[in-house]
């Protein structure tokens, strides 16, 4: 697609890094770093010191664009101190997929002198004006649309379902309807008397009363009781029975 109108306007170029770049030195790192070149314009990146084959940048320039001019030119250098520095190689970055779509990140290939591949190096484009972005072009509106929110649908209720007897025959009842339960030979329930709970027992009476007079006394001993009784006589060998001997042996 072709892209014309872009006299002047801003292309940003971001330079990422490198990888797998030549190595130009011998016994220390090299010291890579990258230049680019748009028509008359040319922007430099700083020296990654000690970058080697992957050095890392992340600088970016903003050029202006030139009616007619569809590519740019990167050259990546392993800066010397005492000799001039060396060549490891270069590219030309094609800008028509970022006229277009206003955006590419991609890697690009670089070639040595004699034509082979000394690498490769990242950059990203960003072209503000891309597509409908561009001046005079207007940009497609589309219409808003306004959505009603759906409604749940209304279904109607089901009858109620209503069981039909084939003819000539009719259902019989689930279960037959037995005889009541015989009526209780008890009207209500008897009348408690008793108290509950019982009433304790009335305590008996102290001194206890004397007994009924239907009983006989008792007699009285037949010979009066003496207390405390008499004391033993102290002769040895008691004196014999009055009346009886020869006396009993002991």
């Excluded at 109607?156 to 309807?177: E, L």
């Excluded at 209500?188 to 009983?215: D, E, K, Q, R, S």
Aim: glycine letters at 6%.
């Amino acid at each position: 697609m072709s892209v014309s109108g872009i006299q002047g306007l801003p292309l940003e170029v971001t330079v990422v890094g490198c990888l797998n770049l030549k190595d130009k030195e011998w016994i220390s790192r090299q010291d890579p770093y990258v230049s680019v070149e748009y028509g008359s314009a040319r922007h430099r990146t700083r020296t990654c010191t000690d970058g080697g084959k992957n050095p890392t940048f992340q600088e970016k320039f903003v050029i202006s664009l030139i009616e007619g001019l569809r590519e740019l030119t990167v050259t990546v250098w392993n800066s010397n101190t005492v000799s001039a520095d060396d060549f490891i190689g270069n590219g030309r970055i094609q800008l028509q997929k970022v006229l277009s779509q206003s955006y590419d990140d991609s890697s690009w290939t670089i070639q040595d002198k004699c034509g082979r591949y000394a690498g490769e190096v990242r950059l990203i484009l960003h072209y503000s004006y891309g597509n409908a972005n561009q001046p005079g072009k207007s940009k497609i509106q589309t219409p808003a649309h306004s959505y009603a929110t759906p409604t749940a649908p209304h279904y109607p209720a089901y009858p109620a379902t209503t069981t039909y007897a084939p003819p000539g025959k009719s259902f019989a009842p689930a279960y037959p309807s037995g005889p009541a339960y015989p009526p209780s030979t008890y009207s209500t329930y008897p009348a408690v008397t008793a108290a509950y709970p019982p009433p304790p027992p009335a305590a008996a009476a102290y001194p206890p009363p004397p007994p009924p007079a239907g009983y006989p006394a008792c007699p009285p001993p037949a010979y009066p009781l003496q207390y405390p009784p008499p004391p033993h006589s102290s002769v040895y060998p008691p004196a014999p029975l009055a009346g009886i001997y020869p006396p009993p042996p002991y």
